[in-house]
């Protein structure tokens, strides 16, 4: 079915088509409009779902932790610092492995007060243990949504999703998109069966009891294991996704990579305006190419490093801070990820676009400018600078 | 299925549960919380008439009945809080400093 939807109506519909059992929801600023869509659908009674709304985000985040827990499919939506009051569950749903679904729409942390995209609080929230997917356009947020429950559910991986698209460039802006027919959703996603959950009589169950460190060391591994089991499954998925959608997902896009000599690595909706500046150059006979970073959350650390082996230079852009003062948390994983080619490229770190600053087919051009330099000189200059601020002198 | 009594301190973390999950009741029984204690009240069996006032008021599962009679304390879940001794009416409960009777 093709349509027009915005990100958010997108994410709505495919919960609709779900039709979880509970919904821990925070409806207003600075949540999104995805609870609010959702609750016409619940007034409506075309849902089952027993909507539950909080005083907060830290309490729709402890509704789904303990309607999962119960065993119920839970589902969540907030955005910037709806998510960052949710930290401290966040960690528990994953611990607990409660394979919770929560849509992230990406803004910016206050402060200053700002509501526009960035990845500031899905980064905030990386280490919390929940798988991380990011969308580049409504598309990709609606098929990400889909897929997280049979990634998180299984029972190898047993850990929470949370599927981001940027706010306001995805969340609101209305494109065409193709829907899946609800029947097909309802089997691609099937029941959730978990072995263990509250509500089950004839085996009682503690969830999330006091852990002191004879113990605690020990589920940390079998929670980190669980993270790298989940590389797997999440190709398992996109390739049954494939069959139902004919749409292709990897652990991240290679666009023009085949032959690329300058290599982008970024992610959500810049890679669009991206692509736009690799096909003008690739015109101009620049061997440029795209990574576009899907699964954040496991990092594909060996994937990627193989995807940028032939290359010679490297920008990470990086839509969040990190004050790390060393470069962002996207390039500190693909350094990372780097270290053991025998030839690595030279790579550098663009912060650009905090707070919904805008980037365009220029400024990413102006960027493999800088690498074609950097390829030829063999001088990378400045390792990390940003982007697209007033300054002196220019953006460095 | 994976039974708390056959978790222990040397178990592997492949052979513990998700998230620590426990899956039967009443597993605190198997959890020694007397090692905190450091008073330690001492049953006087010939003072006590078992009229059973110190039982309910104890904050965990110090002190046994059996056939209507108070056992002596099972030092596995005291605490040496003290409480069984301020509402005992007869003598038959004193405190002694330490977490051992000595």
Known sequence: ?396 | MIYAKDINENTPWQDLTPGGEIYEPGTARLFNTGSWRTNTPVFHEEACKHCMLCVPFCPDSAIPVKDGKRLDFDYMYCKGCGICKEVCPFPAITMVTGGVVK
């Open chain 1, 1 to 396: 079915m093709s349509h027009r939807l915005s990100g958010n109506e997108a994410i709505a519909y495919a919960m609709k088509q779900i039709d979880p059992d509970v919904m821990g929801a925070f409806p207003i600023t600075p949540s999104t409009e995805i609870p609010e869509y959702f609750a016409q659908y619940v007034a409506n009674g075309e849902v089952n779902t027993e909507y539950v709304a909080v005083e907060s985000e830290h309490s729709s985040m402890s509704v789904c932790i303990a309607a999962q827990a119960a065993g119920a499919r839970a589902v969540c939506a907030t955005s910037s610092c709806g998510l960052a009051l949710m930290y401290e569950l966040l960690y528990v749903a994953a611990s607990c492995r409660l394979p919770i679904s929560l849509v992230c729409v990406n803004r910016a942390l206050s402060g200053p007060i700002n509501i526009n995209h960035d990845y500031s609080d899905s980064m905030g929230g990386r280490d919390s243990g929940w798988i991380q997917i990011y969308a580049e356009n409504n598309q990709e947020a609606y098929d990400n949504f889909i897929m997280a429950m049979p990634i998180g559910e299984h029972p190898n991986v047993r850990l929470p999703v949370m599927t981001c698209m940027d706010g306001f460039i995805t969340s609101h802006a209305v494109e065409n998109i193709e829907l899946l027919e609800t029947d097909v959703v309802r089997r691609f996603i099937g029941e959730y069966n978990p072995e263990h959950y509250l509500l089950k009589r004839e085996n009682p169950l503690a969830v999330g009891p006091y852990d002191l460190s004879p113990y605690y060391m020990e589920h940390k591994v079998m929670q980190a294991e669980a993270m790298k089991a989940a590389k797997v499954r999440i190709l398992e998925v996109a390739a049954k996704f494939e069959k139902i959608s004919g749409r292709c997902y990897g652990l991240f896009e290679e666009y023009r990579m085949e032959d690329a000599e300058l290599a982008l690595v970024l992610m959500g909706s810049t890679a669009g305006t991206a692509k736009a500046a690799v096909d003008k150059l690739r015109e101009d006979g620049v061997k440029a190419g795209l990574v576009k970073t899907r699964v954040f959350r496991p990092f594909p650390g060996q994937e990627l490093a193989r995807a940028l082996a032939g290359t010679r230079a490297v920008a990470v852009m990086d839509k969040s801070e990190g004050f790390s003062a060393n470069g962002g948390p996207l390039f500190a994983e693909t350094r990372s990820a780097l270290y053991d080619l025998k030839e690595r490229p030279y790579l550098i770190d663009i912060v650009y676009g905090l707070g919904g600053r805008d980037v365009k087919v220029e400024d990413i051009e102006k960027v493999f400018g800088r690498l074609a330099d950097i390829a030829v000189t063999g001088e990378i200059g400045p390792l990390y600078t940003h982007m697209g601020q007033r300054s002196k002198g220019g953006d460095r």
